[in-house]
Structure formats: structure tokens, C-alpha cells
């Protein structure tokens, strides 16, 4: 299977990458990572001119093509970590398959390319999880089961939204919970499991994104949870820096799934050593 | 519109008989416009040697002329081709159609920085140049490049954080500055190459061994006695030594 990393993976978000390769191994899925890929290109759905903004995904479309030609890969698909990613690659591939006018102008912006088939399926790592390996096989290897931890998801919005790229029910997602039931912790309900943490308006008012940031780990402490469980390094990023401005340092630690699974399979060595301690030291909490 | 070389006689620089005389029997004629001007020149000079050939006084836009300076950025379109195409003056034939204007200089802003202070990492280079980020994948730097250096894919690696690696793919940037002109998310990557280089220089490449050496050995006063000889020596001796030197014989100190 194909791997688009996606800028933030490769720098920092280095312990999500780290821990959900490695956990993709366990199961046996091959992955490559592309030899050549750019940013993502971060397409705001909402944005006017969005032939302009789908270039550098339809690049990074073209090269997977390419690449799975070149390495006989049939299955077509591209993996991707990071939720902004998923959304980007995702919607600019809809929008070239459905929109005529887009796929005429990108086609004739990007003649310095082969010609873009629409064949890729671009996938995100949870659906990899669920419907490729199977939540079955992770219970099967489960040595550490989190039990009594109690956490709640944040699925953010770029895995929900638009509906037409969803890998779930946007407004009851039950993909990440159903799986942190199977390694044995306690998911808590709380209204902000598809709330956007407020992405990029982190560069220009962070004011807002720190405000979101405590509202959001004020509502899981008040419930008693003892982490938070993303799958989008944004989102990690902006609500551990939120809650640094908001209480001095991380109340609330954030975690990505694919961490929770390493550790729940007994694979620390797919863990960062600080990661893990922290992990470590929760669980001896509860 | 002149194209044909009759032409030639009605042009003050090529007239009459001296066209002959120039070009010499059997040498082609190729049409180039300079800035929208007519002239036609003989095939197989550079851009450089054509424009000296018509006359004009380079003060800008020529240096090295050997390819390494950068500052005869050069850009040309051809006849029936919609493509923007850029060259160092003093490395591209003339080619017939091209219509052509040199770039003496690129504005851009150069952020001011300490080397000392840095560290090697992606985001001290975006916090110097935040518009990096603003890169849309477009590779219009890349399709400009005279260096045919893989500018959006080094700009790309930057913003992940790899600038050992982009130090290395922008090692041959001679900060013509195209890429910058062409650049829709207003990058001034002959610049960001720069500082990427100089951090890559200072903390990550390993250091040279034999030049610390060297310095150590210049700083104790190693070579003070046979420099002293060679000053003393004159003239005479320093002809004979410059001429071993440049054919790279050994030379007693």
C-alpha cells in the first residue's frame, strides 16, 4: 500500500507516524511511502477559487499513480496519517472525478504531468484499521488491555466533514470508540467529539484556538477523563498548546490512537520513551 | 515585420558588405528580439556575445560569464510556444525567434539573523520565512530554474523540516532570483536556499578535518619562516613558482 506522510507527521508529529507504521506492520500491510510528494496543499472546502487550491493534491495524486504503475500496486491505495491530509487528497480527487470545469482547467495547468485517472482511493489510517484489518484481529493480539482507563475521542472535523468524504456518520462518529472499546478503555460522551479545534486560525488569532482548547479540556476533566484521543496531529498540536497558555502545562494529555494500540499490543518499541512513561504512568493512575 | 535578411543592409550594426566580413562565408543569420527590438545576429554566440555584438554596454547583467555568478538571468520566449524560458546569458546560444530581456537584478527582502543564535531545524527557517508555506505545489520555480535545480520539491522539504536535505538539493543555487519572480505564493527561495545552506554548513556537515588542522597550524605560526623565504625571494622565483602552481606541480616551501 501506497504512504502519503504529509509535512507534519515528518516533523511534529514524528510519534504518530512512528507508532501507526509500526502497528500497520504487526498486521502485515506493506507500506511504501511515496518517492516524491509535496504539502498536501491544505484545500479549504469553503475556499472561492478552488481550482488554484487542488493543484498541489492533484500533483501528489498524479505521483502515486505513477508510482503504484511503476510498482504494480493494484489495489490503488493511499494511506494517509494526518486528517488535514485525508480531507485535502480526498476532496481534490472528488472534485477532478465530479467537477468537469475543475478537471479541464487542472489538466491543462498540470501538463508537466501524466494525466490523472482518478483510480486512487485515498484512505485514512483508522478505516485501514477497521475495514482492511479488522477490529477482530487487534483484540486477538491484545496483551495490555487499558482497563478502567477512561478517555474521550476527538475526531475533529477534517475525518466528518464534507459529508461527501466522512469515514463516518458526522455527527454520531463511533469508528474511534468502537475500536478503544476493544483495547479496553472507557470512552466518556461529551459535546465536543466532532468539534473543529479551530485548525489554522492558530497563526492568526490564537486567542480563539486557546479559548476552544480549554473549553474542550475543561469538558473531558469535568467528566473524568484521563486523556484525550485524536487521530489528527493538528488538533494534538493546538489543544496541547492551548491547554500550556490556559494552565501553565498539559492538564489533559493528548494521545494518538495508534499509540494506545502499540501499547495495548505489547509493542513499546513502536512508542517514543517519553510517550510511553506518560502512558505508563496514567494507567498506574487509574 | 523584418524577418528576411535583406533586412541585414538596413540595419546600422550588420551593414553591407562588412556583414560578410564578420560572419565570414557559410555563417547563418538568426532573428532575436532584445527588449522588442529587431536584430539579427550570427548563430552561435551566447546571448551575452550577441548583445555585446549589437553594440550594447553590459554594466548589469554580465559577471563571470562562466556559468556561476548568477547575474545574467535572462528570460526569452520563442515563437509559437506559450513557455517562459530563463537561462544565464553567458551559457545560452541565441536561438531564431527569441525575444528576450535580461533581469539585472531581483528585488526581495532579506530577514536579518544571527548564525550563531540558530539552530538546524525547519522552523526556525519559517519563522525567518513564513511565506514558505505558502508554497501551492504550482513547480513554476522549478519549470524557470536555470540550475535545474528541483525548486519546489527542496522549498517542499524545508517545510517538513529536512534542511540537511535541501541544503543539498539547493547546493548548486546561484541566487538568479527566476524562481522568486515566478513564484504565486511570493517566496523568495534564493534566499531561504541561503540560510538553509549556512545553517546546514555551520551545525549539520560534518567539519573538515585537514582545514582545522590547517588553521591551527597558520594560528602557531607554522608557515611565518617560509613565507618570510618567499617574500624575500622576488619576483623572478614567484613567476617560476605561479607557473608550477598553475599546472598543479608540487612546490618546496
Known amino acids: ?286 | 515585420m523584418p524577418g528576411t535578411v535583406e533586412t541585414i543592409k538596413d540595419t546600422k550594426l550588420v551593414e553591407g558588405k562588412a556583414v560578410e566580413g564578420v560572419l565570414g562565408a557559410g555563417k547563418k543569420l538568426v532573428t532575436i528580439y532584445v527588449m522588442g527590438k529587431w536584430y539579427q545576429v550570427p548563430a552561435g554566440l551566447t546571448i551575452t556575445k550577441a548583445l555585446e555584438y549589437l553594440g550594447y554596454r553590459l554594466v548589469r547583467g554580465v559577471g563571470c560569464r562562466a556559468g556561476f555568478c548568477g547575474a545574467c538571468t535572462t528570460l526569452w520566449v520563442k515563437k509559437n510556444d506559450y513557455k517562459l524560458y530563463s537561462g544565464l546569458a553567458c551559457q545560452t546560444m541565441v536561438e531564431d525567434g527569441m525575444y528576450l530581456v535580461q533581469i539585472p537584478f531581483v528585488p526581495a527582502e532579506k530577514r536579518i539573523y544571527n548564525i550563531e543564535e540558530l539552530e538546524p531545524n525547519g522552523s526556525v527557517v519559517l519563522a525567518l520565512y513564513p511565506e514558505v508555506t505558502r508554497c501551492i505545489g504550482c513547480n513554476a520555480c522549478t519549470k524557470v530554474c536555470p540550475q535545474e535545480i528541483q525548486v519546489m520539491d527542496t522549498i517542499q522539504e524545508i517545510i517538513r523540516g529536512n534542511i540537511a536535505k535541501a541544503a543539498r538539493m539547493a547546493f548548486d543555487c546561484i541566487s538568479c532570483g527566476s524562481c522568486s519572480l515566478r513564484c504565486p505564493a511570493e517566496i523568495k527561495h534564493f534566499y531561504v536556499f541561503q540560510l538553509v545552506r549556512r545553517l546546514y554548513g555551520k551545525y549539520i556537515a560534518p567539519k573538515a578535518k585537514h582545514l582545522e588542522k590547517r588553521v591551527k597550524e597558520i594560528e602557531e605560526r607554522k608557515y611565518d619562516g617560509a613565507l618570510d623565504r618567499l617574500i624575500r625571494a622576488g619576483p623572478d622565483k614567484w613567476r617560476e613558482l605561479a607557473e608550477k602552481a598553475q599546472k598543479d606541480e608540487e612546490v618546496e616551501t
Not at chain 1, 36 to 48: F, S
Not at chain 1, 189 to 213: D, E, G, M
Request: charged residues 20%.
Open chain 1, 1 to 286: 500500500m501506497l504512504y502519503y506522510p504529509g509535512c507534519t507527521v515528518k516533523a511534529t508529529a514524528i510519534e504518530y507516524e512512528k507508532s501507526a507504521l509500526g502497528i500497520l506492520k504487526e498486521f502485515g500491510i506493506n507500506v511504501i511511502e511515496l518517492e516524491r510528494w509535496i504539502c498536501c496543499g491544505i484545500y479549504h472546502g469553503l475556499t472561492v477559487d478552488t481550482a488554484y487550491q487542488t493543484v498541489a493534491p492533484m500533483r501528489n495524486l498524479i505521483w502515486a499513480q505513477n508510482q503504484a504503475e511503476k510498482l504494480s500496486i493494484d489495489n490503488n491505495y493511499l494511506l494517509t496519517l494526518c486528517s488535514m491530509c485525508y480531507n485535502t487528497l480526498k476532496s481534490a480527487h472528488l472534485r477532478y472525478i465530479n467537477d468537469e470545469n475543475i478537471a479541464k482547467r487542472i489538466k491543462a495547468f498540470l501538463n508537466d504531468e501524466s494525466l490523472y485517472k482518478g483510480n486512487i482511493k485515498v484512505i485514512h489510517f483508522i478505516q485501514i484499521l477497521n475495514e482492511i484489518i479488522g477490529y477482530d484481529k487487534i483484540k486477538e493480539k491484545l496483551v495490555n488491555p487499558l482497563k478502567g482507563l477512561k478517555v474521550v475521542p476527538l475526531y475533529g472535523c477534517m475525518l466528518l466533514r464534507p459529508n461527501e468524504i466522512a469515514i463516518d456518520n458526522p455527527e454520531n462518529p463511533q469508528i474511534m470508540q468502537n475500536l478503544l472499546h476493544i483495547l479496553g478503555a472507557e470512552t466518556i460522551n461529551y459535546p465536543y467529539v466532532n468539534q473543529c479545534c479551530l485548525s489554522y486560525l492558530v497563526t492568526k488569532r490564537p486567542y480563539l484556538v486557546w479559548k476552544r482548547a480549554d473549553d474542550i479540556t475543561n469538558s473531558a476533566l469535568d467528566k473524568g477523563a484521563k486523556l484525550i484521543v485524536t487521530t489528527c496531529p493538528l488538533c494534538a498540536y493546538n489543544l496541547t498548546e492551548g491547554q500550556k497558555k490556559s494552565f501553565g502545562s498539559v492538564k489533559l494529555p493528548i494521545f494518538y490512537e495508534s499509540e494506545l494500540i502499540a501499547y495495548a499490543i505489547g509493542k513499546y518499541e513502536y512508542l517514543k520513551k517519553d510517550r510511553l512513561n506518560m502512558l505508563e504512568n496514567i494507567l498506574k493512575g487509574v
